[in-house]
């Protein structure tokens, strides 16, 4: 099995928190207001940076998890 290249991995992260955002049905501006709450300030615009790009800490990921409720992620399609 060939292992993703750097881009598909940065694809991979960015989609699993557009996915949670979606089923959710949330918006960035309430993932902005959540993420406040843990005491993380980032604006819209940095965080639609950031899942653009696909590249943040694995400290970011776990935050947007955290402030959006989700308790499992899964890693397959």
Same mark, same amino acid.
């Given at each position: 099995?060939?292992?993703?290249?750097?881009?598909?991995?940065?694809?991979? &992260? $960015?989609?699993?928190?557009?996915?949670?955002?979606?089923?959710?049905?949330?918006?960035?501006?309430?993932?902005?207001?959540?993420?406040?709450?843990?005491?993380?300030?980032? $604006?819209?615009?940095?965080?639609?940076?950031?899942? $653009?790009?696909?590249? /943040?800490?694995?400290?970011? /990921?776990?935050?947007?998890? &955290?402030?959006?409720?989700? $308790?499992?992620?899964?890693?397959?399609?």
């Amino acid at each position: 099995m060939a292992m993703p290249e750097r881009d598909e991995w940065h694809q991979k &992260v $960015s989609g699993i928190i557009k996915a949670e955002l979606k089923r959710r049905n949330m918006t960035y501006k309430q993932l902005v207001d959540r993420l406040v709450e843990l005491g993380v300030h980032e $604006s819209e615009r940095n965080i639609a940076n950031k899942l $653009s790009r696909g590249g /943040f800490t694995a400290v970011f /990921f776990v935050q947007c998890l &955290v402030a959006m409720g989700v $308790s499992t992620v899964r890693l397959d399609d």
